[in-house]
């Protein structure tokens, strides 16, 4: 065993491609994985953006084996946003290539969270641990000749995370590989591509071109929302969001709404915000809040008025929310009207769009409900717990693409669905106005009073946003 280490450690140790091909030996290289390894033989500092489905944990796994091979003594930290990025995704993609060779399975032994060589003499400075963002102390001692960080998802890892990173950095033994969805306008991956260029070889790989990635899923994404929409341009070209200007709510703090794991929930009341459509293309959308976190989105497609309020008393027994938040314009007034005779205990809460808003820099309490939602989406990118939200594609479209102008008068317009569905492929923002009556509380709301506790401020002036108007 000393000599077949010994062989494929001098082959190997400036090839990382030679090493996956011959050694490791997976069914297929992509070119884009292919450039990643050959690209280790001259950079140390690496950072890759691309879409969904290009064998990003595949590169993770086949790079750490690479280096604990070729690099005695090394030390190696893989971290990401969640822990089932790190434990049922890259951790279990390191076991499964360890065990297709003979090898690098008699060389290494994969614990739960640890990889180490098969020699006690050597377990506690040869190694490769999993790293939860949640403990970023653990990166603090993290010392040697050799060293590897590998960071996944690398847009919703916070700041905090890489500092103890960048400090080990000065290493000339030191190497660090970073992969993600460019979801991002701002942070270290983001900075990795433009004011720190210099540092990194970069690279941007598209799901189009990567024949992991089926053509169905390319053009079933390109279909629903649009090539120049910003979920097409992250989540399959690999790109940056566009950030438009005048967006209410950024791609960047939705995104980060969907990584929960790195949240606490705020308990809370639980409140139903319903947007009423009848036929056509638009959806009843139900959206099911409980404190900061999005339970459930409901939508529906062609019910009438009796049975949209037969559908939502079939959820009050489910949920028992506290508040049912329904808009009162087109067939919602019917829908509000056939709630209010039905034996349900809570408060049947009627939202007007056109009321006169409480603070008097919004046209209407819609669009002040829409930039109430923007700033609870806000304190995400804080590292707080603001919205938590399991991921929703088609939410995420929404709520980033809705738009605003500003009037002659100098108050905040919200966007008027038929422009919103003209320019965003027909989508309507249903489930966005739902979100936002159901977060949208009065005066003593209890999340919001919670937040207010935790010193979550949510206005630039330090004063907390009024709520609208909304008939009891």
Known sequence: MANEFEAAFKKY??????????????????????????????????????????????LSAWITLWFMLTHPMCKVAITAPT???????????????TNSCDLLY?????????????????????????????????????????????????????DNVFEPI???LTSSGCYSVMFGNPTKVSGTFYDAFNKHAKQYKTFTFSSEESPL????????????????????????????PSGS????????????????????????EVSFGVDVARYGDDETVVAIVNGNVV???????????????????????????????????????????????????????????QAEPYSKEFADSMTEAWFNLRELFKINILGKSGIVMKEDLD????????????????KFKLEDKASHKKKNNGISPDIGDALSIAFYEGKTGKLRDTLKANNFVLRGDNKWQDFPRIKW
């Open 13 to 58: 140790q400036k090839s990382p491609y030679l090493f996956v091909k011959e050694l490791v030996r997976p069914p297929m290289i992509t070119h884009q994985q292919e450039l990643v390894l050959k690209s280790l033989e001259k950079n140390r500092h690496i950072a890759v953006k691309s879409g969904h489905g290009v064998g990003k944990s595949a």
């Open 83 to 97: 822990q089932h990025q790190l434990e049922d995704v890259l951790w279990s993609e390191l076991k499964k290539w």
């Open 106 to 158: 008699d060389l290494f032994d994969i614990r739960k969270t640890k990889m180490v060589v098969k020699d006690p003499r050597y377990e506690e400075i040869w190694f490769a641990v999993p790293i939860s963002v949640r403990k970023p102390e653990s990166l603090q001692g993290f010392h040697a000749d050799s060293l590897l960080f590998i960071m996944d998802e690398a847009s919703g890892i916070p």
């Open 166 to 168: 960048e400090g080990a």
């Open 213 to 240: 990635v089926s053509k169905e899923y390319v053009q079933r994404m390109r279909d629903k929302f649009g090539y120049d929409s910003d979920v097409y341009r992250v989540r399959v070209l690999g790109e940056f």
């Open 245 to 268: 200007l005048n967006s209410v709510i950024s791609i960047e703090s939705i995104e980060s709404a969907f990584n929960n794991e790195k949240y606490e929930e705020v308990p809370g």
């Open 295 to 353: 339970v459930d989105i409901a939508r529906y497609r062609n019910l009438d008025s009796v049975e949209i309020a037969e559908e939502l008393e079939r959820l009050y027994y489910i949920y028992t929310p506290s508040k049912i938040k329904i808009e009162l314009s087109g067939v919602g007034a019917g829908v509000f009207d056939l709630i209010k005779r039905k034996n349900i205990k809570c408060k049947k809460i009627a939202f007007i769009p």
């Open 395 to 410: 939410a995420l479209e929404q709520l980033a693409s809705r738009s605003y102008t500003i009037l002659p008068n100098g």
